[in-house]
């Protein structure tokens, strides 16, 4: 009996100590086991917030059964709280916003001074209430008008209930069309019109121009795409492994660009340059194989050059970490105003442009550290100075300070028709319709827009103009050195 009570007692002993086992491995399985869902719902947790946070991504969800009347208007402004004192302050070029609308600082802007522009501009546009609404007069050229008013749209999206009720006229095509020599000191205030593009001699009010949403018809895609495109080509291709010549491509018919071609090699002469003419359609025809703009970043140098007027190509030649060879434009947009010669490009004349390149291609391939830098400054500037964060927060400066100088309250114009983005995207389909999703803002952004800085004042205006006047002449005083 005793033997058999030894050997029961050591049976539940070996038991016990196999369930204290068991227990103890299963312990450690379920803190492990938290520990991991720990670790992996913090990071979907962190992926989540990345989503709902980043106005620039895919979103499908459009309902076309829907009107725009049956959508809630964007004026319900987000629920989180923002400290506009934190907000970082807007990039240098947001300054000229006070300047470009300087014209109207005194007097304001009246509903006959906007309705005025009605003979040159393509559309009015007016926001009440956070909805947007068009009259067209004009058509435009292929889809800038519904790019531009997607863009417009994503805007409102970004920011509910901060984009005031404002009534203004925008132009879409490439010349300007307010000329100060027809508004004297006599005459009556010229009319304020929104276009992509001005000059020294032009009231045109400068907005961000429709290809930062993507331009269709020659397959260029959104810029916070593309520009991410660009980026990674930087990467393959170092500036010192590239071909050490000029590059440009584009269409050759158009302006200035008609004597740029001339500056190929040919006859014995080698410029240093290497022009390419293209054909949009028979790009087209060929699927856009040849006009990647991200396989086009492969020479030390890029050539900028206007063609009818300024060209949206600024920015993705600037983005090419390459020296960008820019001949002396006439026309600006809203941000080029910044650019400085010799810190984020190379100024050519318009004269003998062909030696000019060739000297800057010499200087550069002389001075590699130097045209380097001068590349990757330029470069740095439209990859982060130009990121969509900063797109809409100039939109939406210049558009309130434009809404403040109304001297009436916007209502909706007779005839105007309402657009939303279901308006706009279920009208297309493909590559445009693809375009749309792609950029578009799917939530309220969590932060308020930048501050914007204060204007110039006169004399640092005149310091500014003065210091690019000696920037560009220390860059000939290198050249005749170099020629020496």
């Known amino acids: ?30 803190t492990r086991w938290i520990d991991l869902f720990i670790v992996t719902g913090s990071l979907l947790q962190k992926k989540l917030h990345l989503l709902n946070n980043t106005p620039q991504l895919h979103s499908s969800d459009f309902d076309c059964s829907l009107n725009c009347s049956d959508i809630p208007s964007f004026t319900t402004t987000t629920n989180l709280v923002f400290n506009s004192s934190a907000a970082p302050s807007c990039p240098d070029y947001f300054r000229w916003i006070h300047e470009d609308l300087s014209p109207w600082k005194g007097a304001g802007i009246a509903r006959e001074i906007v309705e005025a522009a009605k003979s040159v501009a393509n559309v009015r546009i007016t926001i009440v209430d956070g909805r947007l609404y ?51 000191r006599n005459a009556s205030l010229p009319p304020p019109v929104f276009h992509y593009c001005s000059d020294e001699s032009s009231y045109d009010i400068v907005f961000p121009d429709w290809s930062f949403w993507g331009w269709p018809e020659v397959n260029i895609k959104p810029w916070e795409e593309l520009k991410e495109e660009l980026k ?46 293209t054909t949009w359609a028979e790009e087209k025809k060929q699927g856009f194989n040849n006009s990647d703009l991200a396989s086009q970043c492969t020479h030390r140098y890029k050539i900028y050059v206007e063609g009818v007027s300024w060209s949206v190509s600024q920015k993705y030649i600037a983005a090419c970490d390459s020296m960008t060879l820019v001949i002396k434009p006439h026309y600006y947009d809203f941000f080029t105003r910044a650019l ?30 130097k045209a380097r830098e001068i590349g990757q400054a330029g470069s740095r500037f439209v990859q982060e100075s130009l990121a969509m964060k900063n797109i809409y927060d100039y939109s939406f400066h210049v558009l309130n300070k434009y809404a403040k100088l109304l001297k009436y309250k916007p209502t909706v114009p007779e005839g105007a028709v309402e657009m939303c983005s279901e308006t706009l995207v279920c009208a297309t389909k493909g590559r445009r319709k693809r375009f749309m ?11 308020p827009p930048c501050m914007l800085p204060p204007s110039y004042e006169p004399r640092g205006l005149l310091n500014l103009l003065e210091r690019k006047r000696n920037l560009t002449n220390q860059v000939q005083l290198w050249e005749e050195q170099e020629r020496r």
């Open 437 to 447: 999703k792609h950029s578009a803002v799917r939530s309220p952004g969590d932060s």
């Open 232 to 277: 990674e080509a930087n990467e393959r291709i170092k500036w010192i492994d590239r071909e050490p010549y000029a590059y440009w491509k584009g269409n050759a018919r158009l302006g200035p660009r008609k004597d740029l071609i001339k500056c190929n090699a040919s006859n014995g002469q080698d410029w240093k340059a290497r022009i390419y003419d």
């Open 134 to 184: 068009v009259v067209k007069y004009k058509k435009a050229f292929q889809t800038r008008d519904s790019i531009t008013l997607w863009g417009l749209l994503q805007l409102l999206k970004l920011y509910p209930g901060r984009v005031p009720d404002l009534d203004l006229m925008f132009e879409f095509g490439d010349k300007t069309v307010i000329h100060k020599n027809e508004y004297g």
């Open 1 to 30: 009996m005793a033997t058999m009570s030894s050997s029961s007692r050591s049976r539940r002993v070996q038991s016990t100590l196999a369930l204290i086992l068991a227990i103890f491995v299963a312990f450690a399985f379920i």
């Open 340 to 369: 400085l010669p010799s810190v984020h490009y190379w100024p050519i004349g318009e004269r003998d442009k062909c030696r000019a390149i060739k000297s800057a291609v010499e200087w550069g391939n002389a001075h590699s550290d």
